[in-house]
């Protein structure tokens, strides 16, 4: 049940996520900076979630102050650090190119994992996490294997080691904060520190308050705003976080995977545009590599290991990671 109710969670984050391409990008389009977009949905989302994480803890505000360093953790890295880097490489590389190195966030939890325990891990988990990386690269396109800027490609990894941050600190015991309370004072904290990196101008933030053009009609600018606060952060963070709970940083980041799958497929539903063989071939390319790793059995960590590394090695040998995705050339924020 357990299990199952973390696949339930998992599969509707990547599925959440995967709807801020479809909605992010009328913002764009009509002059927003990726940045100042991601600030405002991160922002909102964290309001949106913020009577719940009152009523989550309902006076137990002792257990938000404990669980403050994976608060910070979520905040700072999973969110912030992780959007900064993104932002940032694909002003120097292509999107494409960007997300690919983004989304080996799995694999550094595997590589992680077998460094820190000094234990390889199951041949079974290497042939999925094959699997799943030849799956996405079909899905995002082979063109974005290519040689490109070094700084770009350096900092496309640091959004992957902060997507793998994002996973890792979802995973790890609650010690009785609840994932509503972690997502949104994350988000928050997130959202504040990518506006203050926005205002002091280490990356463009301008936004245009007039209307967009959605599913080809001009609404407001805050309607799309609205839609991906609500399903493509605040529901996809606290499903994620809940899922990665149950499931373990290592399965859970691969079911993240699936994340630029939906996203093509709300993409050719929403925007018209193509969903290729190749692409469809990529998604049951990643379906395989993820029962691949659901089915490997549990490997057991040595107890002095865990201690020594804070538990980390043993978080991330059972739990996966994840980020946000973005079809149609969009800036994943699940990452953000």
């Given at each position: 049940m357990k299990q199952s109710t973390g696949l339930v969670a998992a599969l509707a984050s990547a599925a959440s996520f995967a709807t801020s391409g479809a909605f992010v990008k009328p913002l764009l389009e009509a002059g927003w900076s990726p940045a100042a977009a991601v600030s405002a949905r991160t922002?909102?989302?964290?309001?949106?979630?913020?009577?719940?994480?009152?009523?989550?803890?309902?006076?137990?505000?002792?257990?938000?102050?404990?669980?403050?360093?994976?608060?910070?953790?979520?905040?700072?890295?999973?969110?912030?650090?992780?959007?900064?880097?993104?932002?940032?490489?694909?002003?120097?590389i292509p999107v494409s190119t960007a997300l690919l190195v983004e989304y080996l966030a799995p694999l550094l939890l595997v590589l992680w994992a077998w460094v820190s325990t000094r234990r390889a891990p199951h041949a079974i988990v290497l042939l999925g996490s094959v699997l799943a990386i030849g799956g996405l690269v079909l899905v995002i396109g082979p063109g974005a294997v290519r040689a490109v800027d070094p700084a770009g490609l350096t900092l496309a990894f640091a959004a992957a080691v902060g997507c793998a941050v994002y996973f890792v600190v979802g995973a790890r015991p609650s010690a009785g904060l609840p994932p509503v309370a972690l997502a949104g004072a994350g988000l928050l904290l997130g959202g504040l520190t990518l506006a203050l990196i926005g205002a002091v101008g280490l990356l463009p933030f301008t936004a245009d308050f007039g209307d967009v053009t959605l599913l080809g009609s001009a609404v407001p600018w805050f309607v799309p705003l609205a839609v991906v606060a609500v399903f493509g952060t605040a529901i996809a963070y606290a499903t994620g976080i809940f899922g990665a709970g149950r499931l373990g940083s290592r399965l859970a980041s691969f079911i993240g995977l699936l994340e630029v799958v939906f996203a093509s497929i709300f993409a050719?539903?929403?925007?018209?545009?193509?969903?290729?063989?190749?692409?469809?071939?990529?998604?049951?390319?990643?379906?395989?590599?993820?029962?691949?790793?659901?089915?490997?059995?549990?490997?057991?960590?040595?107890?002095?290991?865990?201690?020594?590394?804070?538990?980390?090695?043993?978080?991330?040998?059972?739990?996966?990671?994840?980020?946000?995705?973005e079809a149609a050339g969009i800036a994943p924020a699940a990452l953000g």
């Open positions: 922002l909102s989302a964290g309001l949106l979630l913020l009577p719940l994480v009152v009523w989550s803890l309902r006076g137990r505000w002792g257990t938000l102050w404990a669980g403050r360093w994976r608060v910070l953790g979520m905040g700072a890295i999973a969110v912030a650090f992780t959007q900064f880097a993104y932002f940032a490489a694909i002003s120097r050719w539903l929403l925007l018209g545009e193509n969903l290729t063989v190749m692409q469809m071939a990529g998604g049951v390319l990643i379906l395989f590599g993820i029962a691949a790793v659901h089915a490997a059995p549990p490997q057991t960590v040595p107890a002095t290991v865990g201690t020594e590394a804070g538990g980390a090695a043993q978080v991330a040998e059972t739990v996966p990671a994840g980020g946000e995705t």
